[in-house]
């Protein structure tokens, strides 16, 4: 079971860092990755992370977010920088065994936490 959380209310600017954690897994042995839904649009890859530290990040995010893990926590963590408006969104985090940008690469779902960024 995955859990999300870290998300809130931040101004155009500010700075908000999501977490993962997950239970009843090893998370070391799962790619994890983060995805985000705007009211009215489809789930949007963000960023993620292979098992072995390998990272792969969307072009809307580049230089602004990072994406780490913690094995020894079983948690994967979404820092955020420099957010904007557009980036409004519900972030999911989800594993699987492998990372890559479409969301069918991964089979276990966390439930979303909401983040909003105020102009």
């Known amino acids: 079971q995955l859990q999300a959380s870290g998300g809130g209310l931040v101004q155009a600017g500010g700075s908000l860092t999501l977490s993962c954690a997950a239970s009843g897994r090893t998370f070391s042995n799962h790619g994890v990755g983060w995805f985000r839904q705007a009211p009215g649009k489809q789930r949007e890859f963000v960023a993620a992370i292979s098992r072995n530290g390998g990272k792969l990040l969307a072009g809307s995010v580049k230089g602004r977010f990072t994406i780490t893990r913690d094995n020894a926590q079983n948690t994967v963590y979404l820092q955020m920088n420099s957010l904007k408006p557009e980036d409004t969104a519900v972030y999911y985090c989800?594993?699987?065994?492998?990372?890559?940008?479409?969301?069918?690469?991964?089979?276990?779902w966390g439930q979303g936490t909401q983040v909003t960024v105020s102009s």
């Open positions: 989800a594993a699987g065994w492998d990372i890559a940008a479409t969301p069918s690469t991964y089979v276990d």
